[in-house]
């Protein structure tokens, strides 16, 4: 009889240390890891382009519209994005430039020749930040802490299972001080953001939409991001023409931004 309690129990606890293998997995992995997971379905992993459309409506209207070319690398130190980006149309401000090495951002304008520090949070065009189009992975630049699941709405108006993240700046410098982040449960795709101030007043939302293959994973190609006072002022931020390339490094550098020339 002894022996037979004994076994019981072996077979229990056997059983009940499967169960939690099998079942624990997807749970073992830290907020940041799951952040990180996201970041690499944003974006891909190593030297590209891309073409941006932004286009800002008011009331249903659209008031404004532009498009630019983001050149994106790596960093060899920090692991995150260096960017320039090239201003195409309007014609009013093509050949314009942001570029973003480091926690330095810097805006040249061909017709002044002159290049000056601007910051990440200022607005480039409608609820679109110069941060925005910038190519950033926000595991390096947020301590994220998991607060849990959550169904929300996708941008398309589908009920999801998701994870909600909080996102806390580390450095003074990135474009937003803190965000609620909801990605897919399992796939962690990202489906919406909310943006805050350091004195936690919303900013904007924003919703990820139309995934499609793009450098070998599949990708969201457009936000949809509304005002966070004004639900009418809705800017849509769309991505082509993703394309692998090696960026020079002279193009990442602010003296050389009077030089560029894009090919």
């Not at 580390?170 to 909801?182: C, F, L, M, N, S």
Request: aromatic share 10%.
């Amino acid at each position: 009889m002894f022996k037979l309690l004994q076994r019981r129990r072996v077979v229990a606890w056997m059983g009940a240390a499967c169960w939690a293998m099998v079942a624990c997995p997807a749970s073992a992995a830290s907020p940041q890891d799951m952040l990180a997971a996201s970041d690499d379905i944003r974006n891909p992993p190593n030297s590209f382009s891309l073409r941006l459309a932004i286009t800002e409506y008011r009331q249903g209207r659209q008031t404004n519209h532009s498009t630019l070319s983001v050149y994106s690398s790596p960093s060899e130190s920090s692991g995150d994005f260096r960017n320039l980006v090239r201003m195409v149309t309007p014609m009013r401000d093509a050949g314009k430039l942001l570029l973003r090495n480091g926690g330095d951002l810097w805006f040249y304008d061909p017709s002044s020749r002159a290049s000056v520090r601007i910051s990440p949070q200022q607005r480039l065009l409608g609820q679109a930040s110069n941060g925005d189009v910038m190519t950033t992975r926000l595991a390096r630049n947020y301590t994220a802490e998991l607060k849990g699941p959550e169904e929300v709405k996708d941008g398309d108006g589908v009920v999801r299972k998701t994870q909600r993240l909080l996102l806390v700046a580390q450095r003074p410098d990135v474009t937003y001080a803190q965000i609620e982040y909801w990605m897919e449960d399992g796939t962690h795709r990202p489906v919406m953001a909310k943006y805050y101030t350091a004195e936690n007043r919303l900013l904007k939302s924003a919703w990820f939409r139309r995934f499609k293959p793009a450098l070998g994973a599949v990708r969201p190609t457009e936000t949809v991001i509304v005002d966070g006072l004004d639900p009418q002022w809705v800017t849509v931020m769309q991505l082509s023409e993703y394309t692998p390339r090696k960026i020079p490094e002279q193009w990442l550098q602010r003296d050389y931004l009077p030089r560029f020339a894009a090919d």
